[in-house]
């Protein structure tokens, strides 16, 4: 089962998970074998062939599956921008909001 | 000989905890051989009190969180040896300090307490010798254990330990942290074969990565509970990654840090309290 929360937001809230460049991923598929969450999925027989299947599984703040991509074909989003986000709903919520 | 202190207390005249710090200040001077860093005065001469904090263990007093004498010494470049937060003493103590500028028999207590503290420590502070790192890391930690199958697992109580829900510890003091991953993170990689750290002198920000460890079975990015400026990294992990298994809290530390805003960093980590029950769900939903 993976996390359901992230510092109290549940993690359906936070958008934190890899993006495929489709015009440079060459499916290598070195993200999926390295990555022990479930992220992605690989679909034999079907293009896209890699997808992001579970975005929910991946682990707020990691980037470790771009550094394995050789052709540098995953991205993830601003950092900052999901740090300030997850702070207003905590504020939000602790105001009653 | 007693111990003796360079105090240097906040002495906030706006709130009451300033004024305990004061008092503390006050009161150990006339208990001990310490001598008084003026903060007013230090800002504007750095020649009067420069002499005194090499000379003495320096214990900064804060009142508040904005830890206003923690600054200044970090600003000076002191080397903290001993810091309180009268706050936190206050809250620790289940004292309430008031709005009255004051002290009401409740700060004095307070007062009194604190000051018995200090001088009952029976650790004696080194002065500093060999610069400001490693030497703020508490010389032994007490832990908390619970057990899962065969796996027995640990983690700090001790103050100063802040946790990011990423399984990194930041042990704080002053302007100061020490970084490392917990026991969770050990245990569940196994025998961990390769560190790479991050470069001293990188400039992090809170939740970007320290480097990575990595082990058979997978690579763990060590997720930065604080930002600042790395000051230094433990080099024997390079060459003896297996110290991360056998205590990661001690041996085990990842790296230093020269902290740019704990007090915003600190909305996103919890204490002890908090970050434990998360890591026995982590363990308990952990298939080997």
């Known amino acids: 089962m993976s996390e359901t929360t ?8 936070i958008d934190w998970s890899p993006r495929i460049d489709y015009d440079k991923c060459n499916d290598c598929m070195e993200c999926d074998e390295f990555c022990p969450h479930d992220v992605f999925e690989v679909r034999e027989d079907q293009s896209p062939k890699l997808i992001v299947k579970n975005p929910e599984n991946c682990v707020v703040f990691c980037r470790a599956c771009a550094k394995t991509c050789g052709p540098d074909a995953i991205t993830f989003p601003n950092k900052n921008e999901t740090t300030a986000y997850i702070k207003q709903i905590r504020k939000g919520e602790a105001a009653g909001g | 000989m007693d111990k003796s202190y360079a105090v240097l207390p906040c002495n906030g005249l706006d709130k009451c905890a300033g004024s305990v710090t004061r008092e503390i200040a006050l009161r150990l001077l006339k ?43 970090a600003e000076k470049g002191l080397k903290i040896d001993e810091r309180i937060n009268v706050s936190d003493m206050a809250k620790e103590e289940n004292i309430a300090l008031g709005l009255d500028l004051t002290l009401n028999a409740e700060a004095q207590t307070l007062v009194e307490r604190t000051v018995a503290g200090l001088l009952s420590s029976s650790e004696t502070v080194a002065v500093d010798q060999e610069g400001a790192a490693h030497a703020f890391f508490p010389a032994c930690l007490s832990y908390e254990t619970f057990q899962k199958d065969k796996f027995i697992f640990r983690l700090p109580v001790d103050e100063g330990f802040y946790f990011n829900e990423n399984d990194v510890w930041a042990y704080v003091s002053g302007t100061h942290a020490r970084i490392g991953v ?22 992090i920000e809170q939740f970007d990565d320290l480097g990575t460890v990595e082990s058979g079975k997978a690579v763990f990015e060590i997720i930065s509970p604080v930002s600042g400026i790395v000051t230094s990294i433990n080099e024997k992990l390079i060459d003896a990654p297996e110290m991360l298994n056998q205590n990661p809290y001690e041996q085990g530390w990842i790296a230093e840090i020269e902290l740019s805003d704990f007090a915003e960093d600190r909305n996103l980590l919890h204490t002890f309290s908090g970050y434990l029950p998360i890591m026995k769900r982590k363990v308990t939903e952990f298939h080997v």
């Open chain 2, 31 to 73: 208990k001990t051989d310490s001598k008084i860093i003026c903060p007013v005065f230090f800002r504007v001469s750095d020649s009067r009190y420069g002499k005194l904090a090499q000379e003495k263990p320096l214990l900064v007093l804060d009142g508040c969180a904005t830890r206003c004498a923690s600054k200044l010494a």
């Open chain 2, 182 to 203: 917990t026991d969770f993170v050990q245990k569940s990689l196994s025998d961990i074969m390769f560190f790479t750290p991050t470069a001293v002198g990188a400039e």
């Open chain 1, 6 to 13: 992230f510092m109290g937001v549940t993690r359906d809230r």
